[in-house]
């Protein structure tokens, strides 16, 4: 005998906390659909992004290092799945839907394009003129148009609440437009949580992959707070820095991390007295946050990050390059339209001739645009 969805959703009354959101409770999807038996509305969004086309590129879209440089650094895949991993988390122990969590977190960077951050400038700045391009944006157009798997509707017919998700999304560097979702209401809690678990993933992450790398080393972190309570919890005595020792550095600042959070957070929830997520998201800030030790202690590590290891030569001289292929392969198309693929092409008459070239080049992988760049403009290469 297995588990209907009605039972789904009744364990979801009874255990969720009464501002966490209940599938039943869903202002549902843009298309009318039924639901499966035994799937909740927030399994089977989360289901539809785990099997797109965008989320498989992940897997080659940069993270801080470019594919070709390792194959043990991060990926844009990899920062997701991790991403979503801690959300679920917090989401648990705050009484939080993990499912809705899930999905949000699966599908917040689906519209990331090649070269990270570096390749986002480019396009922005390149569709200046022509709508702009910001990969929260991005994202929710995979979900609502771009992705074509079902016959009678484009894109994933998700449920309100996995879209407002996506398009609340914010973080240090992406800064939200939710114009046509309540944009005067917070995000609900699962939003927060994913764009705090955004954050918490990236920093932990970097400076583990910056530590590998070697573009970090201990003696730089010293006088670093956050680094020097890591270091005493886990009672490393320093000289040379091997894998499991970085491991478990690592798996310490993601522990006090996720502690502090949750704990700041639900003292927040109860001084609040937030019964609801209507009150949740009415409130004037957000619930989700660390507590102002913890918050220093991230600005001094996200500041040391940024001087250390996101300005690093390397690092920039990639985010040089990412800007000229970019750019060029844009430029290239825009001024000859026929060396896109007809696919592409067909699309032009139905969203103009930059946007189409805009959604070909952010649904790129890393490795796939440079292919494309050398066979457009390396005359030894076969077209």
């Known amino acids: ?153 484009p894109g994933l017919n998700l449920t309100w609440e996995v879209r407002e998700g996506i398009v609340k999304h914010e973080s240090e560097y992406d800064i939200s437009d939710a114009s046509d979702y309540n944009p005067d209401l917070r995000g609900h809690l699962e939003a927060q949580i994913a764009n705090a678990a955004d954050e918490l993933a990236y920093t932990a992450h970097d400076l583990d992959d910056g530590l590998r790398s070697g573009m970090v080393n201990p003696q730089m972190l010293e006088g670093i707070t956050l680094w020097e309570i890591m270091v005493e919890s886990v009672g490393w005595r320093g000289g040379q820095l ?17 502690s502090d959070l949750v704990a700041t957070t639900d003292q927040c929830l109860r001084e609040n007295s937030v019964r609801s997520v209507e009150e949740l998201q009415q409130l004037p800030f957000n619930v989700i946050g660390f507590s102002e030790d913890m918050y220093r202690r991230n600005r001094q590590m996200k500041d040391f990050l940024y001087a250390n290891m996101y300005r690093h030569h390397r690092v920039v001289r990639m985010a040089v390059k990412a800007e000229r292929i970019i750019s060029d392969l844009f430029n290239g198309y825009q001024s ?46 076969l077209p």
């Open 242 to 258: 091997d894998d499991l020792a970085r491991h478990r550095l690592i798996r310490r600042l993601i522990g006090l991390e996720v």
């Open 1 to 153: 005998m297995y588990t209907k969805r009605e039972q789904l959703e009744a364990n979801e009354e009874q255990n969720l906390a009464p501002y966490g959101l209940k599938s039943a409770a869903t202002r549902g999807r843009f298309f009318p659909e039924d639901e499966p038996e035994y799937r909740t509305a927030f399994q089977r969004d989360r289901d539809r992004i785990l099997h797109t086309t965008a989320f498989r590129r992940l897997e080659y879209k940069t993270q801080v290092f470019i594919i070709h440089e390792g194959d043990y650094y991060r990926t844009r895949l990899t920062h997701t799945l991790e991403v979503a991993q801690i959300a679920r988390t917090i989401a648990r122990a705050l009484g939080a839907n993990e499912d809705l969590e899930e999905a949000i977190c699966l599908a917040h960077d689906l519209g990331h394009s090649p070269f990270g951050h570096s390749g986002e400038a480019a396009l922005s700045r390149l569709m200046r003129d022509y709508g702009g391009f910001d990969h929260n944006k991005q994202s929710l157009r995979i979900v609502t148009e771009i992705e074509k798997r079902y016959p009678d509707f």
């Open 336 to 381: 000859e339209p026929e060396m896109l693929p007809q696919h592409v092409q067909d699309l032009v008459d139905a969203h103009g001739l930059e946007r189409t070239i805009c959604d070909y080049i952010a649904g790129m992988t890393d490795r796939f645009a440079l292919q494309e760049y050398n066979k457009l403009f390396d005359p030894t290469s």
